[in-house]
């Protein structure tokens, strides 16, 4: 099958490229970039140096559409007529932006700040979520590939709202993220002497992501759910972990949190749930998933307080997205659905 | 003036030595460590090569009896006895261990695991803030320093409570630590390997500065405060954030939190507000207090879920421990309240 | 194939165990680890939950000869006893200390403070480079797996030496290592608030390594080769970077040197060479080889002072350890060299 | 005495403001920036709140001549015009920027691509080094503060030249830095994702305090001297370390470097000797000095290879640029040399 990338000089784009070149049933086609079209990849991307000998094209939406798939991984904005064009000439689109990934036209106006062009087509895009709508994503011909935060927060949380176990109006999720989640572009926040030995709340409040959680665990728990998250800034590259914490509608215990996560997630093969009650490995930590499709879960409960912590990490670039997006092309392919993400997470690292 | 620190080989105490060493109104006089008995100090705290020609001491009561101020600075439950003897002894003490923090002695047997064998300590003990009990320090003799955390997320959240603007039941203290807040001992979890990179969450629920906050707050607020806190690990070595998460039971605006921050703290040597619209440093954030004894505040709402975000930022060794020490100790000696601690945070570090 | 391996609770260990559970052609039978004895493997080692199954076995030689081929991974000194008795037993040994790599004992007595009990078995363990060793290492029955920045140092420098390029008396490796090579033992120097932001000379003249690079490029100079080798601990887990300074013989330029590395390279899975004359990565970093095989090798010439820099990074638990390793059991056993160990690099990490 | 700062935004030109804003000698009276004119200076240095109320203003030379004294802190290149007008209007100047550093106009053009236009100025101008060029320094209009990694390595490498005790061809200099001496300029090589975790050779041959340093050192030895010099940018945000490789033409035992070293830097404020048998700091670490004016020097000896390793470490933004530019202030003005510099260096950090 012949794939394509849009947006491939990215660190969102360099790990798809990363994923397809030793994928065992894709050829890796065609890869776009505006700024360094000529350039060969590995000179962007040093560490694929022997894997992947294009060089970037131009984009051409003409050319693209050889292709049988295309993932587009340009930032938000961006991808709308990419998108639109690309799905027009009957090639798959798994989009890496956000322009697809809301199902209410204003959430758009909202959040990212645009009138949506082609409110009709959010209907058709499907949430990138194997764990959550790996059915939908099989008949797709658009798939919307979640944010970073929003899929490791989601994936956390999901059980609960699934089991009205908590009080859907009081959800913090206080997530912390490497520097590779702010993308590849320099600036005076990104510059290492800046960014190094942080601990920096971004957004506070209102942070696009709300939105994705907000809709996805509305579904879920059919009614409408409020979600209070504040993201920040950490010292590593890669990884996200989302400390979820909510408060108790009902009692539950330990042993029956385990039931609840592993009946929604048994047979997964990217969740791993983390809890452990000696050692110094107890709950999840991005740094043991890094490199990896995985988003390793745990929980604890506080009794006092009726309070119960969903602990959710993963890799921002794997799971929290080009590792995610490929999950879903191998579902709407039907190809085995861990091609090319066989990838163990390494320790130290 | 002359001073003596028990447990000066760990990093709270090498802290200590260093303001100590150019504090002008005190005579550093004695330093002891088990460990490190006959050593210089340098050996240990390299970076204080020639500001201290001292050896570290054995332990020896009597001895410390000959300073007029005793720092004591070893792990919970070895401060137990120390401190009792040098306070019979009528030696002033500032102990940064957890032993005397707590009014309730039910709440040792709870939180560490012992039963607290002088109650009696409890009440004459002073809770080392300045900012919250500067009065009672100055009429001390016994003055006990807050954990690290605890200071931090308190100096955050004491102007909501004293204003009696947030639900008392749902406040989420998340907050975020560096490596140096584990203590100096080496383990398997503080191995550099194992240590960097990640977002570890160590206590989700009932870590132990959970009672010292719950507290001083519940004080100030005059009610019962529930403090749902989660620690975690992240890679610096020195710096908090708490991200403390509330929720809002009266409305209010950015303007009217100003002044209510600005009204509890305004005179205050070490507290900053900080809160921008624009550029890259628009909250607090560790990395600009690192070395110093500013506790950075700021505040965000989120409108649409009635929350309150209040994000306070120190240096875990200083504010959080040595810092707030010694300026407790110069309050209680009628020291100009800033000396030893002109240190102006620097950037990049 | 049936493979075991001992001390496996290690970095090193981890790292083989990584490898060996997704390797094609192995059956992993059995691993060792005193310390953990009877615990779950993925205990100590959590990026592996999933993997792996197995519980750490304690060390016990008769049980290890049922394996076709044992990994051992233990300090130096350690493996003497163990690597003699499987190797009598008939069981091919891939060692990773230092106790089979120095051909001549009294470098042991020099370098390692001990009188080697087997000399007669140094000159039938073969040293595990294939670039150097591939005919020799298909017929061994022990390899002797080399030091990390012995390895790393040596492919920069053997295509100079076989070449008889340079002054074989002012030859000065500078080399730079992360944390996971100093093993994972917790001590002082390698707590995380200690180590992290170190630029730490660690043993400026006499490192260990020394008598394996002399011993290597005197065999392939053909002459008595001094090293002037200083290693110092940098903030990073896994990489290594050896600067090796030359002081050129003959005169030679860039294309001549292009040519003498591909000469010696060509068709190498695992050596890239790394020369750009635009953009960002111009020469070789540890950073894009992280969590493969690869050791990237670069080079520049200063003509004013007949300097040759050969510049060489490895990731230290692959290359440098682990990998080699892997690399030299497929050949050993005649699998596809590069079986086990298509880990593609990536960018950011 | 009124002092300015030109280029006031920058990493050097916020570590001036930080030790300008607390010097008891001074009165911080002007502080440029073109890019951030009209902005607080602590919008920019995040740190500096509280401590200085100025906003930045645009270059204004008759303004700046208003100054007894003025620090430029602007890109190479840049300061030629800026200090040569001041300079003619009987301004003190010292120049942080590498324009007045070298006596041999050719070199510029050599290493920097510019024809000098002012060559009569560069002997006018005093090499701004304490240690070496003291008297000199007392007595100027003109001070040109050198480059981090020069200093660094001219403070290591001077007492063994001036005693002729090592071969002047064959001195290695491989240096190793932190991401703020790159300057504050966001680039894609300076974003955090990409630069933590580096151990990334930069310019291997050829960089340009090359020639800082052989004109310095020649001047010791009375001889033409030979620097090879390898920078690398490593994973912290301060600090250099200079391992300064050198081969011995007499031999020397460790008692008689001891002597030479005490011999040369007997008295001075900032240099410290660091060798120790024991412990885990037995050598220079730029970790040990950050914040401080400090440079910390240490030495081994390789009996087998007649080396020596010649080891220095600052902190670059201090005694690698603004530490030592208040030094010379400090002399130049005939204040206490230390006033302003009274920083202890903190750990860990």
Redesign the interface.
Known sequence: MKVGVVGASG?VG??LL?LL??HPDVELNMVTSRTYAGEYVH?????????IDLTFSPLNIDKLTENDLVFTSVPHGKALEIVKRLYDAGVKVIDLSADYRLKNPKAYVEYYGYEHPYPEMLLKSVYGIPELHREEIRNARLISSPGCMAVTSLLGLAPLLKNNLVDT??I?V?S?I???G?G?K?????????????????K???HRHTAEIEQELSIIAKEDV???M?P?A????????C?N?T?LTKEVDIQQLWKIYRGMYKGEPFI?L?R?T???????????????N?C?IGF???E??N?L?A?S?SDNLMKGAAGSAIQCMNIVQGFNESNGL????????
């Not at 000179?43 to 894997?51: N, Q």
């Open positions: 660190y360099g790990e990363r070149s030793t000179r962007i991307h040093p560490s694929l140096k022997g894997f109006k009081h913090i206080d912390k490497g520097s590779s702010a590849g320099p600036s005076a926040s990104t510059h290492h002497a800046m960014r190094a030995g942080v601990i920096r709340p971004y506070p409040v209102k409020k979600i209070s504040t920040h950490v010292d590593l590259v890669r990884g996200i972990l400390t914490h408060f791993r983390i452990d000696k050692g110094i490995y107890k709950y999840p930590d991005p740094k043991f998933v890094v490199g990896s995985f390793d604890d409960i506080d006092k307080n309070r912590v602990l990490a066989k990838y163990t997470p390494f320790t130290p690292v």
